[in-house]
T-cell receptor, first 109, second 114 residues
Framework: DAKTTQPTSMDCAEGRAANLPCNHS???????VYWYRQIHSQGPQYIIH???NNETNEMASLIITEDRKSSTLILPHATLRDTAVYYC??????????FGTGTSLTVIP | EAGVAQSPRYKIIEKRQSVAFWCNPISGHATLYWYQQILGQGPKLLIQ????????DSQLPKDRFSAERLKGVDSTLKIQPAKLEDSAVYLC????????????FGSGTRLTVV
C-alpha cells in the first residue's frame, strides 16, 4: 500500500473549519483513501473513505484531487471534541490498514 | 450494535512476568486484528485472524507473543515473558469483510511493564 505524508500537528479555532491535508503521491488506481481519528485513550475511529470522487458524511467531507495524489479532510465546524490524532491511510480493498503517525489536531476554544 | 470489547483496561506487570488480553469482536465479524500502539506512534498490526485461522502473523514476535481465536469469536493475546519495550496499548479490531468501511476498534488495553 502507498505511503502517506501528513503534518505532525495543526491547530484550529472552535467553530471554524478544520482542513487536514494528506499527500499520497504514489497512490495506485485501486487504492482507496481512508481517514481515521483517535481521541485520547480510545481506539481509532473510522471517519470517511473515497476512491476518486469527493465524499461527505455526517462527520466530515473528503476532497480528493483529480490526480489523486493528495486529499483533504474537512471538519466543517470543529468542536473541542474533535481534538484528536487524524490518520490518512491508502489501502487496497481487502488489505490491512497501516497507520503512520498522523496529524495531531488541537481545537482551541 | 455493541462495539468491540476488550479487557482489562489497564495492566501493570513486572518484566519477565506473563500477561493476557481478551477481545470480543462485534457479533458476526469474521475478521479480527490485534494491534500494538507504542506511545507517540500509530498502531502496528501484530496478527490477523479470519474466523479461527491465522491470516497474517508476520509482525508478531513469536518468541514471546502468542494469540488464539479458538472458536472463531473471541480472542486472547498473550505475552510471556514480558519485556520493558512491550509497554504499549494493545488494540483489538474486527471487520465483517463486507463493504469497504474498514475496521471497528476497541478501546484497548494499556500495558505497563516495570
Amino acid at each position: 500500500d502507498a505511503k502517506t505524508t501528513q503534518p505532525t500537528s495543526m491547530d484550529c479555532a472552535e467553530g471554524r473549519a478544520a482542513n487536514l491535508p494528506c499527500n499520497h503521491s504514489t497512490i495506485s488506481g485501486n487504492e482507496y483513501v481512508y481517514w481515521y481519528r483517535q481521541i485520547h485513550s480510545q481506539g481509532p475511529q473510522y471517519i470517511i473513505h473515497g476512491l476518486k470522487n469527493n465524499e461527505t458524511n455526517e462527520m466530515a467531507s473528503l476532497i480528493i484531487t483529480e490526480d489523486r495524489k493528495s486529499s483533504t479532510l474537512i471538519l466543517p465546524h470543529a468542536t473541542l471534541r474533535d481534538t484528536a490524532v487524524y490518520y490518512c491511510i491508502v489501502r487496497v480493498f481487502g488489505n490491512q490498514f497501516y497507520f503512520g503517525t498522523g496529524t495531531s489536531l488541537t481545537v482551541i476554544p | 450494535e455493541a462495539g468491540v470489547a476488550q479487557s482489562p483496561r489497564y495492566k501493570i506487570i513486572e518484566k519477565r512476568q506473563s500477561v493476557a488480553f481478551w477481545c470480543n469482536p462485534i457479533s458476526g465479524h469474521a475478521t479480527l486484528y490485534w494491534y500494538q500502539q507504542i506511545l507517540g506512534q500509530g498502531p502496528k498490526l501484530l496478527i490477523q485472524f479470519q474466523n479461527n485461522g491465522v491470516v497474517d502473523d508476520s509482525q508478531l514476535p513469536k518468541d514471546r507473543f502468542s494469540a488464539e481465536r479458538l472458536k472463531g469469536v473471541d480472542s486472547t493475546l498473550k505475552i510471556q515473558p514480558a519485556k520493558l519495550e512491550d509497554s504499549a496499548v494493545y488494540l483489538c479490531a474486527s471487520s465483517s469483510g463486507r463493504g469497504n468501511y474498514g475496521y471497528t476498534f476497541g478501546s484497548g488495553t494499556r500495558l505497563t511493564v516495570v
